[in-house]
Structure formats: C-alpha cells, structure tokens
C-alpha cells in the first residue's frame, strides 16, 4: 500500500462525529463555498428542474448540495475506523420487504440509485446486506482508484470498472447477488435520449439491459440524510415492465421508467442531490 494511503487512511481513522467533523467540515465548507465549483452547471441545473421556485428556493438548494457534498466524505472517512458505524447510523429502513422479495426470486437484484443523499452510505450497505457490488466508473488516477476502492471496501463494498466485461455483472445477477448502478449521470455517446425532468437528455441503459438479459428486477434505492451520521434508507417497489418483442423499443422504455424513478429520488431531498454534474449537456451550448 503507498505510504501516501496509509497516511490518509490514518487521518481518516481519527474524524468522528462530534467536534473532529464539524471542524472538518467548515475548514472545507468556507473555501469550497468561495470558490463555488461548477456554481453555474448546477445553477442551470436547478433551473431546467425547478423553473417555479423561487430565487431564494433555489439558493438554498444550491446551498444544501455544497453542504451535503463535503457531509458525503467526511461521513466516508468516519466509518473508516468502524464499518458497524454504517448500520449504527440509520434510524429507519422503508421497503426492505422489496429487497427481501426480490432475492427471494433467485434472479439477483439490480439497484438503482443516484448522486443524492450519502450516496456511498448507500453503497455501503447494499454491500453488506445484499452482496452488493457497485458498477463504478474507476479514476484514471492509479492513487485516487486505490485511495477510493480502499475506503468502499473497508465499508463493505466491492466495486467492478464500468470498463470490465458485461459478462461479470451478469454472473453476480445469477448467483442471486446484487449489482448498483448510480444511473442518473449523463450517459454521453453510449446512452439513449429518454426525458428526465422534462428534458430529453441522454441516459445510461445498464439497468434495462441486465433485466432484460436476466429478467432480475430493478429496485430504486436512496439513503437520505436526515442530519450529519443519521440516514433514512429508502427501497421502493421493482419497477414494472414487460419484455416487449422490440428489445431497443424496450430497453429505452424501461431507462425512462428508471429516470421517473431518480425523479422521485431527488424530490425527496433536492439539496442532497450532486448539482454540479452536467446532467443535460443538451441543454449547455459548451
């Protein structure tokens, strides 16, 4: 391990909830707030999503993402010490009956989620609930990958690169274990123009394509912070649909479907969400 690893992990090891992540927090709150990264993505995001709300409305979403942002990580680093503290934060769990119901299938779970709320507390858990195994697009940075694969691990997650075989993520799936997919980032050249918020935009079909090769269903998941160190998880129903003998027609049916799904998501927790991301390129002229 580089030393440069271990010298962070030890640092991290020593944040907990209490005075040692407030004082973290705004030593990264006041600069990052300053600086702002990306204020205009999300600015423009916020409008495409929410043109009714008002100017103070969308201020504070703004606002909240900054602050749930850098929440996000420092959460991440306090369990670093103690993985049990995943499970001690949670106050509630909705819908894990869906959860139980769909492994009770035999066909694997595939989770569907998004860059909202403590997104890898999410991951977390799946991993060590669920033999979940996140779908995760590597750094191109050999220090970051290792830094970022060894804090997922140590919190009960294991990763696979968005670049490795389809065939792996199909052989989780039918030894009924369980697959996420943070799906709500733009999808590029590969993916397929379905609405989201309104906008047609282009989104990633991974979940559609491992259901419709697997027939494993497809459940929307979140974890909601509640306050720093005290999350709502929250599992919805496996979004319904049939396998139409137009597999394209199908596939982009079910990716909008999904989109409703992190709809809802992030209406749930608007200022949880991760604004900064480029969402619907369509829409920027750069």
């Known amino acids: 391990m580089d030393w440069k690893i271990k010298l962070f992990l030890s640092f991290a090891?020593?944040?907990r909830p209490g005075w040692r992540a407030n004082a973290l927090f705004y030593f990264l709150f006041i600069p990052l707030r300053l600086i702002s990264p990306r204020k205009k993505v999300a600015q423009k995001n916020i409008e495409l999503v929410f043109p009714d709300k008002t100017a103070v409305e969308k201020k504070k979403i703004l606002d909240e993402s900054y602050r749930s942002?850098?929440?996000?990580?420092?959460?991440?680093?306090s369990w670093?010490?103690?993985?049990?503290l995943v499970d001690k934060w949670i106050v509630e769990i909705e819908g894990r009956e869906y959860m139980d119901e769909a492994f009770a299938g035999g066909k694997g779970v595939i989770v569907v989620s998004g860059h909202c709320g403590n997104w890898e507390h999410a991951a977390a858990w799946l991993g060590k609930h669920c033999k979940g195994v996140g779908v995760v697009r590597h750094s191109d940075d050999p220090f970051q990958k290792e830094l970022i694969d060894i804090l997922?691990?140590?919190?009960?997650?294991?990763t696979l690169g968005k670049k490795e075989p389809m065939t792996r993520v199909i052989s989780i799936l039918k030894k009924n274990g369980?697959?996420?997919?943070?799906?709500?980032?733009?999808?590029?050249?590969d993916g397929v123009k379905v609405p989201f918020f309104g906008?047609?935009?282009?989104?990633?079909?991974?979940?559609?394509?491992?259901a419709w090769l697997t027939g494993a269903p497809i459940l929307p998941y979140q974890?909601?912070?509640?306050?720093p160190f005290h999350?709502?998880?929250?599992?919805?129903?496996?979004?319904?649909?049939?396998?139409?003998n137009d597999r394209e027609a199908t596939l982009k049916e079910l990716t909008a479907k999904v989109n409703v799904e992190l709809e809802n998501l992030i209406c749930r927790a608007p200022g949880q969400w991760l604004w900064q991301h480029k969402r619907f390129k369509e829409a920027f002229s750069d």
């Open 69 to 77: 942002m850098i929440w996000t990580g420092i959460e991440m680093l």
């Open 223 to 227: 974890s909601i912070r509640i306050e």
């Open 178 to 189: 369980s697959i996420g997919l943070a799906s709500d980032q733009h999808g590029g050249g």
């Open 13 to 15: 090891k020593m944040i």
């Open 80 to 84: 670093q010490r103690d993985s049990s």
């Open 152 to 158: 997922r691990h140590n919190g009960g997650l294991h």
């Open 199 to 210: 906008q047609m935009t282009s989104t990633f079909q991974g979940a559609a394509v491992f």
């Open 231 to 244: 999350f709502k998880l929250k599992i919805g129903p496996p979004i319904k649909w049939e396998k139409g």
